[in-house]
């Protein structure tokens, strides 16, 4: 069974930087799409970006140009770097990885809270 493990989530004030990891397990991960996603209070889960096995990236249009998404499958791992920051961007953030649509695993999230 595949599974994902966040980690970095922290508060940190408005133009501050973070770093997120994602580590999965298994053999497969170089296959497979890995992605961030979040979550607001109060509103729904919403895709933050994702990296393809090929190594193609995707971000959503309100963190383009701040957040870079990259992956290191000798690590296994998905990492999000996160740079200044926005009181706007304070969600759960959810590591993802992608077999397929019907293979899916999500990370148990990890807290972001940008505010002075």
């Known amino acids: 069974q595949v599974q994902l493990v966040e980690s970095g989530g922290n508060l940190v004030q408005p133009g501050g930087s973070l770093k997120l990891s994602c580590a999965a397990s298994?053999?497969?991960?170089?296959?497979?799409?890995l992605g961030w996603y979040r979550q607001a209070t109060g509103k729904e889960r919403e895709l933050v970006a994702t990296?393809?096995?090929?190594?193609?990236?995707f971000y959503t249009d309100s963190v383009k140009g701040r957040f870079t998404i990259s992956r290191d499958n000798a690590k296994r791992t998905v990492y999000l770097q996160m740079n200044s920051l926005k009181p706007e961007d304070t969600a759960v953030y959810y590591c993802?990885?992608?077999?397929?649509?019907?293979?899916?695993?999500w990370g148990q999230g990890t807290q972001v809270t940008v505010s002075s």
């Open positions: 993802n990885l992608r077999f397929s649509s019907w293979s899916e695993y």
């Open positions: 990296i393809s096995a090929g190594g193609g990236v």
């Open positions: 298994g053999s497969s991960v170089s296959i497979a799409q």
